[in-house]
């Protein structure tokens, strides 16, 4: 049978020397000197290449990978936060320099060979540990959501997800249990709450109850695969899954057990919420769960027909058990996807696709966590509070879709 | 000849199955790690390394150095070192008001904080803001002295030390109360 031409290539390799290479490209060029005429020519087919990915080697490989200069997702600093753009990101992991923060008096420059943290006070063996110590224990890898319970904002109705609550952010922590090191330490059974203090000029400390040690809190030194940033506590700091942010405290130099809490500033002062009987409710440690559309949301702009609607939902008292949707501000709910897995203490993906007919309309999202609690509304809140705003103040965020396709932030 | 061909490739996969898991034991406590296993990593503690960072203050007045202060001395320290950032008598800022007034609702010491350890705490560990850790106890001591008597909490003349400070009760406290929601249906 008489082969088909072209049917069985066989494959051999052309040798080209690269001085050949060179020389041709050096042709083209000397056409571009030599006839003026040509060279408008020339000049049009090489912009062409340029757009043109296939026509030209790309980059070499390098030592640090880089965002695509047509992505400019970025943090929005005030002079004490910086947040997380919410409505710029995709899954539930935060890019590790877009993880927000908040500090008390910015960020210490350690130097890991001459940080120590010191465990103390009703221990049988008081220790020391450097970052390579910690090292050395078993490690723990987990995903959880940190959030500042500061995390609410409004008064316009252009703010993004970004503004009304960027102080959330999701990573892949790994360190090691906390309960590993107190088993080592000794910690006296009388012990029921232990002091952390930070190791930056704030010398930020909070009091946080033994149990949560023993129970699930960890000291963390990587974030997602690499050594965890300065912004977030280089070398290490404190991570108490669920509980408000400022408790896991960065750049951890010192931990104290005690049969007292201390009242330090930043669980009086601060981090306490005004209730409308006058009264002041303190140590108020789980985050309240929350949902937020990120899409469609401020500063998008959309399209009549089919809109995926988007978003994140979390609890700090444990798994996001459903999210709901209302395309019709609040009178109807309706069940949304959540993508797996469905972690613990962790930002959950939610999604629902909906058909927008181009008319006013109002989007909502509400969760509901594993204890069965229901994210309120922002009237609910004011009612049981008596304030509009402050810590844990979790509300369900409604999004407005004009007919032009804005999208505004409702009763911003 | 074919059926034996078969056979053999079966036993084969078998075999390496079966074995698979021979080789891939779940781990276990039998390693030797248990969930009471102590490490022993890291160095003891000497005193030396505690009292180097040391510098908590409980409300019950542990952790309270030597030493006193009284809100005369404090005004002139107020004036040279936080004034800048806090105002001459403490409300005009720009940073946080630091006095109550009647005619203001602001959050201040005298009418939001629960104990007056904490202020010493505070001032001792993180102020003032541009140079934090530099007071000496006695200016802390008269800091706090100024700061209370300006709240109008402290009888004016009264000397702040380690007896005295944890002694003063603060308007605020009795407004404190636990958080006890737990999750649940409740907006609270």
Redesign the interface.
């Known amino acids: 049978m008489k082969p088909i031409s072209g049917e069985n290539p066989t494959l051999q390799p052309i040798k080209v020397s690269r001085r050949k290479l060179l020389g041709g490209a050096a042709a083209a060029a000397l056409v571009l000197v030599e006839a003026p005429f040509a060279r408008a020519v020339q000049v049009a087919v090489t912009q062409a290449e340029l757009t043109d990915p296939t026509k030209i080697p790309g980059v070499p490989p390098g030592q640090v990978g880089t965002r695509s200069t047509f992505e400019k997702p970025v943090k929005k600093p005030s002079n004490i936060s910086s947040r997380t753009p919410l409505q710029d990101l995709f899954g539930t992991i935060t890019p590790s320099d877009l993880h927000f923060e908040r500090n ?2 910015g960020v210490p420059a350690i130097d890991p060979a001459k940080h ?1 943290l ?3 006070g009703m221990v049988e ?6 970052l390579a ?2 090292k ?3 490690s723990v890898t987990r995903i959880c959501f940190l959030e500042c319970s500061g995390n609410f904002r409004s008064g316009s109705e252009k703010l993004s997800p970004q503004d009304i609550c960027g102080l959330t952010s999701q990573s892949e922590w790994t360190g090691v249990m906390l309960s ?1 090191i107190f ?2 330490v000794g910690v006296d059974p009388k012990a029921t709450w232990f ?1 952390a ?1 930070g190791s930056d ?3 930020m ?1 909070r009091s946080i109850p033994v149990r949560k040690g023993w129970d699930d809190a960890m000291i963390v030194y990587a974030q997602n695969g690499e050594a965890i940033r300065p912004e977030q506590g280089y070398p290490f700091r404190l991570f108490l899954p669920g509980y408000e942010g400022n408790m896991s405290i960065k750049w951890l ?2 931990i ?1 057990l ?1 049969d ?1 809490p ?4 930043e669980e ?2 601060k981090y ?4 409308k009987d ?9 985050i ?1 769960a929350r949902s937020i559309i990120t899409f469609p949301a401020y500063p998008a702009q959309v399209q009549k027909g089919w809109i995926e609607i988007r978003g994140i939902a979390w ?1 700090g ?2 798994k996001v058990q459903g999210v709901e949707i209302s395309t019709d501000a609040g009178k109807s709910w309706h069940p949304a996807s959540l993508n797996g897995p469905i972690l613990d203490k962790a930002h959950t993906g939610f999604r629902y696709v909906w058909q927008w007919d181009g008319r006013e309309t109002e989007l909502q999202s509400r969760v509901t ?1 594993e ?4 994210q ?1 509304t922002y009237q ?2 004011v009612t ?2 008596g304030s509009k705003g402050g810590y844990h103040f979790n509300p369900i965020t409604g999004w407005i879709l004009k007919p032009d396709g804005r999208v505004l932030l409702s009763n911003g | 000849m074919m059926n034996a061909i078969i056979k053999i490739t079966v036993s084969v996969v078998l075999l390496s199955w079966a074995s698979g898991f021979r080789s891939f034991p779940k781990p276990s406590p039998a390693s030797g ?1 248990g969930s ?10 000497t005193q030396a ?2 009292q180097r ?8 007045g542990k952790g309270l150095p030597g030493g006193s202060g009284t809100a005369r001395k404090g005004k002139t320290i107020f004036a040279q070192k936080c004034a800048a950032c806090h105002g001459l008598t403490g409300v005009e800022g720009p940073s946080d008001k630091l006095v109550s007034t009647d005619s203001s609702q602001v ?1 201040a ?1 005298g009418n ?4 007056a ?2 202020v010493f ?2 001032i001792r ?2 102020m003032p ?1 541009n140079q ?2 530099t007071l000496t106890d006695e200016e802390v001591y008269s800091l706090t002295a100024f700061l209370l008597e300006a709240n109008q909490i402290l009888k004016p003349g009264t000397e702040l030390n380690a007896q005295t400070l944890p002694a003063v009760q603060m308007p ?1 406290l009795k ?5 006890d ?5 409740i ?2």
């Open positions: 008390h008096n120590e010191v465990i103390h063996k008081p220790i020391v540990l450097t110590d910690l050395r224990f078993p590993t088993r080592q002091l203090e000029a704030a010398v400390t130099r010192r104290e005690s007292a201390y009242l330090t500033r009086t002062s306490t919420e005004p209730l006058g009264k002041i409710r303190y140590f108020s440690f789980d309240d609890s008292r444990g966590d204890t069965g609690y229901l309120p609910e809140l049981a509070r | 790690i009471d296993t102590i490490f022993n990593f890291g160095r003891p503690a390394d505690i960072w040391d510098i908590d203050v409980r409300p019950d959050k010491i939001y904080w629960p104990y350890t904490t705490d505070y560990r993180a803001f934090p850790g605020a407004k404190y109360i636990l958080d929601r737990t999750g649940g249906p907006i609270r």
